[in-house]
Protein backbone atom coordinates (compact mmCIF):
# COMPACT_ATOMS: atom_id res chain seq x y z
CA UNK A 1 0.00 0.00 0.00
CA UNK A 2 1.13 3.52 -1.06
CA UNK A 3 1.82 5.86 1.72
CA UNK A 4 2.71 9.65 2.11
CA UNK A 5 4.55 11.64 4.95
CA UNK A 6 4.82 15.41 5.05
CA UNK A 7 7.28 16.87 7.42
CA UNK A 8 7.26 18.72 9.51
CA UNK A 9 3.68 18.35 11.37
CA UNK A 10 3.69 21.71 12.19
CA UNK A 11 6.29 24.99 12.02
CA UNK A 12 6.33 27.84 13.93
CA UNK A 13 8.40 30.84 11.42
CA UNK A 14 9.53 34.46 11.49
CA UNK A 15 8.81 36.55 8.74
CA UNK A 16 11.17 36.56 6.52
CA UNK A 17 12.84 33.70 7.56
CA UNK A 18 13.48 30.67 5.23
CA UNK A 19 10.88 27.55 4.49
CA UNK A 20 11.83 23.93 3.81
CA UNK A 21 8.40 21.56 3.86
CA UNK A 22 9.00 18.03 2.81
CA UNK A 23 6.75 15.30 1.02
CA UNK A 24 7.27 11.29 0.83
CA UNK A 25 5.75 8.99 -0.86
CA UNK A 26 6.29 5.37 -0.26
CA UNK A 27 5.17 2.49 -2.05
CA UNK A 28 4.62 3.49 -5.60
CA UNK A 29 7.19 4.35 -8.78
CA UNK A 30 7.00 7.60 -10.53
CA UNK A 31 4.01 8.89 -9.05
CA UNK A 32 2.65 12.76 -9.79
CA UNK A 33 3.12 14.97 -6.74
CA UNK A 34 1.06 18.19 -5.83
CA UNK A 35 1.69 20.75 -3.59
CA UNK A 36 -1.78 22.55 -2.30
CA UNK A 37 -2.03 25.48 0.06
CA UNK A 38 -5.17 25.85 2.57
CA UNK A 39 -5.92 29.26 4.53
CA UNK A 40 -7.34 28.58 7.73
CA UNK A 41 -11.12 27.81 7.38
CA UNK A 42 -10.45 28.25 3.48
CA UNK A 43 -10.69 26.37 0.19
CA UNK A 44 -7.47 24.71 -1.35
CA UNK A 45 -5.32 26.07 -3.53
CA UNK A 46 -3.28 23.95 -6.22
CA UNK A 47 0.76 25.40 -6.29
CA UNK A 48 2.62 22.99 -8.01
CA UNK A 49 2.53 19.69 -9.79
CA UNK A 50 5.34 17.02 -10.69
CA UNK A 51 5.29 14.08 -12.93
CA UNK A 52 9.07 13.04 -13.16
CA UNK A 53 12.22 14.38 -11.50
CA UNK A 54 13.44 17.47 -11.46
CA UNK A 55 10.45 18.50 -13.26
CA UNK A 56 8.27 20.80 -11.56
CA UNK A 57 5.44 23.06 -12.90
CA UNK A 58 4.12 26.23 -11.61
CA UNK A 59 0.21 26.65 -10.89
CA UNK A 60 -0.27 29.50 -8.82
CA UNK A 61 2.57 32.38 -8.10
CA UNK A 62 2.82 32.84 -3.95
CA UNK A 63 6.54 33.21 -3.63
CA UNK A 64 6.87 29.89 -3.03
CA UNK A 65 8.91 26.97 -4.98
CA UNK A 66 9.04 23.51 -5.38
CA UNK A 67 11.57 21.43 -6.53
CA UNK A 68 11.90 17.14 -6.54
CA UNK A 69 15.04 15.93 -6.37
CA UNK A 70 14.03 12.30 -5.70
CA UNK A 71 10.93 9.54 -7.48
CA UNK A 72 9.47 9.56 -3.88
CA UNK A 73 9.98 13.11 -2.61
CA UNK A 74 8.37 16.84 -3.14
CA UNK A 75 9.59 20.21 -1.65
CA UNK A 76 8.56 23.02 -0.64
CA UNK A 77 10.40 26.40 0.26
CA UNK A 78 10.92 29.67 0.19
CA UNK A 79 14.21 31.90 1.47
CA UNK A 80 11.55 34.53 2.72
CA UNK A 81 8.47 33.64 4.38
CA UNK A 82 5.69 37.01 4.60
CA UNK A 83 2.40 36.79 6.72
CA UNK A 84 0.23 35.63 4.23
CA UNK A 85 2.23 32.09 3.98
CA UNK A 86 0.81 30.90 7.26
CA UNK A 87 -2.02 27.99 6.23
CA UNK A 88 -2.12 24.43 6.22
CA UNK A 89 0.00 23.34 3.30
CA UNK A 90 -1.17 19.78 1.99
CA UNK A 91 1.10 17.21 -0.44
CA UNK A 92 -1.04 14.67 -2.92
CA UNK A 93 0.00 12.01 -5.46
CA UNK A 94 -2.08 10.55 -8.08
CA UNK A 95 -2.60 7.96 -10.26
CA UNK A 96 -5.78 9.79 -11.40
CA UNK A 97 -7.17 11.03 -8.51
CA UNK A 98 -5.73 12.45 -5.79
CA UNK A 99 -4.79 11.10 -2.31
CA UNK A 100 -3.43 13.81 -0.03
CA UNK A 101 -0.88 14.02 3.50
CA UNK A 102 -1.48 14.97 6.30
CA UNK A 103 -0.55 18.17 5.96
CA UNK A 104 1.75 20.84 7.42
CA UNK A 105 0.54 23.69 8.96
CA UNK A 106 2.81 26.76 9.03
CA UNK A 107 2.33 29.94 10.91
CA UNK A 108 4.48 32.95 10.28
CA UNK A 109 4.76 35.34 13.29
CA UNK B 1 -12.12 28.19 -16.82
CA UNK B 2 -13.91 25.91 -14.42
CA UNK B 3 -15.52 26.60 -11.51
CA UNK B 4 -16.94 24.87 -8.06
CA UNK B 5 -19.32 26.24 -5.44
CA UNK B 6 -20.86 24.72 -2.51
CA UNK B 7 -23.87 27.02 -1.72
CA UNK B 8 -23.74 25.60 2.25
CA UNK B 9 -21.20 26.97 4.24
CA UNK B 10 -22.67 25.14 7.47
CA UNK B 11 -24.54 22.53 7.55
CA UNK B 12 -26.06 20.54 10.93
CA UNK B 13 -28.24 17.36 11.74
CA UNK B 14 -29.21 14.58 14.18
CA UNK B 15 -27.14 11.38 14.15
CA UNK B 16 -29.32 9.29 11.91
CA UNK B 17 -30.70 11.97 9.92
CA UNK B 18 -30.16 11.71 5.71
CA UNK B 19 -28.21 14.94 4.36
CA UNK B 20 -27.21 16.23 1.22
CA UNK B 21 -24.41 18.57 0.70
CA UNK B 22 -24.23 20.85 -2.00
CA UNK B 23 -22.02 21.44 -5.47
CA UNK B 24 -22.14 22.99 -8.90
CA UNK B 25 -20.03 23.28 -11.04
CA UNK B 26 -19.63 25.38 -14.32
CA UNK B 27 -17.12 24.18 -16.97
CA UNK B 28 -17.78 23.64 -20.51
CA UNK B 29 -15.91 20.52 -21.59
CA UNK B 30 -15.64 16.94 -20.27
CA UNK B 31 -15.42 17.06 -16.56
CA UNK B 32 -13.99 15.14 -13.18
CA UNK B 33 -15.71 15.70 -10.60
CA UNK B 34 -14.87 14.00 -6.65
CA UNK B 35 -15.69 14.61 -3.16
CA UNK B 36 -13.43 14.93 -0.87
CA UNK B 37 -13.42 15.07 3.29
CA UNK B 38 -11.45 16.72 5.76
CA UNK B 39 -11.39 16.20 9.58
CA UNK B 40 -10.23 18.79 11.65
CA UNK B 41 -6.94 19.51 11.24
CA UNK B 42 -6.32 16.54 9.04
CA UNK B 43 -5.53 15.86 5.17
CA UNK B 44 -8.38 15.38 2.68
CA UNK B 45 -9.78 11.78 1.89
CA UNK B 46 -10.99 10.85 -1.20
CA UNK B 47 -14.47 9.41 -0.87
CA UNK B 48 -16.07 9.43 -4.48
CA UNK B 49 -15.76 10.82 -8.11
CA UNK B 50 -17.46 10.91 -11.36
CA UNK B 51 -16.37 10.89 -15.05
CA UNK B 52 -19.15 9.02 -17.15
CA UNK B 53 -21.52 6.21 -17.09
CA UNK B 54 -23.84 5.82 -14.00
CA UNK B 55 -24.83 9.78 -12.55
CA UNK B 56 -24.95 7.84 -9.18
CA UNK B 57 -21.84 6.86 -8.14
CA UNK B 58 -21.06 4.91 -4.65
CA UNK B 59 -18.00 6.24 -2.00
CA UNK B 60 -16.84 4.75 1.13
CA UNK B 61 -18.98 4.96 4.39
CA UNK B 62 -22.09 4.96 2.72
CA UNK B 63 -21.65 8.14 0.53
CA UNK B 64 -23.22 8.32 -2.89
CA UNK B 65 -23.29 11.31 -5.16
CA UNK B 66 -25.09 11.70 -8.24
CA UNK B 67 -24.40 13.74 -11.36
CA UNK B 68 -26.73 16.16 -13.16
CA UNK B 69 -25.72 17.92 -16.18
CA UNK B 70 -28.59 19.61 -16.43
CA UNK B 71 -28.51 21.20 -13.29
CA UNK B 72 -24.77 21.36 -13.39
CA UNK B 73 -24.31 19.60 -10.05
CA UNK B 74 -22.44 17.27 -8.11
CA UNK B 75 -24.74 16.60 -4.90
CA UNK B 76 -23.50 14.59 -1.84
CA UNK B 77 -25.76 12.41 0.38
CA UNK B 78 -26.16 10.37 2.92
CA UNK B 79 -28.94 8.03 4.12
CA UNK B 80 -28.36 8.28 7.93
CA UNK B 81 -25.38 9.83 9.15
CA UNK B 82 -23.01 9.28 12.33
CA UNK B 83 -21.32 11.75 14.40
CA UNK B 84 -17.92 10.94 13.08
CA UNK B 85 -19.28 12.35 10.00
CA UNK B 86 -18.73 15.78 11.06
CA UNK B 87 -16.37 16.89 8.69
CA UNK B 88 -15.77 19.58 5.97
CA UNK B 89 -16.80 18.48 2.80
CA UNK B 90 -15.32 20.01 -0.58
CA UNK B 91 -16.08 19.29 -3.89
CA UNK B 92 -13.92 19.35 -6.85
CA UNK B 93 -13.40 19.65 -10.33
CA UNK B 94 -10.81 18.93 -13.40
CA UNK B 95 -11.11 18.84 -16.84
CA UNK B 96 -9.12 15.96 -16.98
CA UNK B 97 -7.33 12.99 -15.24
CA UNK B 98 -4.15 13.32 -16.29
CA UNK B 99 -1.15 14.58 -14.18
CA UNK B 100 -0.69 17.73 -13.83
CA UNK B 101 -4.89 18.61 -13.98
CA UNK B 102 -5.82 21.49 -11.66
CA UNK B 103 -7.96 20.61 -9.47
CA UNK B 104 -10.58 23.23 -8.61
CA UNK B 105 -12.22 22.69 -4.96
CA UNK B 106 -15.03 24.64 -3.80
CA UNK B 107 -15.38 26.55 -0.43
CA UNK B 108 -16.11 23.32 1.80
CA UNK B 109 -19.53 22.74 3.57
CA UNK B 110 -19.07 21.94 7.36
CA UNK B 111 -21.36 19.30 8.78
CA UNK B 112 -21.63 19.01 12.01
CA UNK B 113 -24.10 15.75 13.51
CA UNK B 114 -25.04 16.31 16.54
CA UNK B 115 -25.86 13.10 19.00
Known amino acids: AQTIHQWPVAEIKAVGSPLSLGCTIKGKSSPNLYWYWQATGGTLQQLFY??????VESVVQLNLSASRPKDDQFILSTEKLLLSHSGFYLC????????FGPGTRLTVL | TQTVSQSDAHVTVFEGDSVELRCNYSYGGSIYLSWYIQHHGRGLQFLLK??????VVQGVNGFEAEFSKSDSSFHLRKASVHWSDSAVYFC?????????????FGGGTRLTVRP
Open chain 1, 92 to 99: AWSPAEQF
Open chain 2, 50 to 55: YYSGNP
Open chain 2, 92 to 104: AVSSNNNAGAKLT
Open chain 1, 50 to 55: SITVGQ
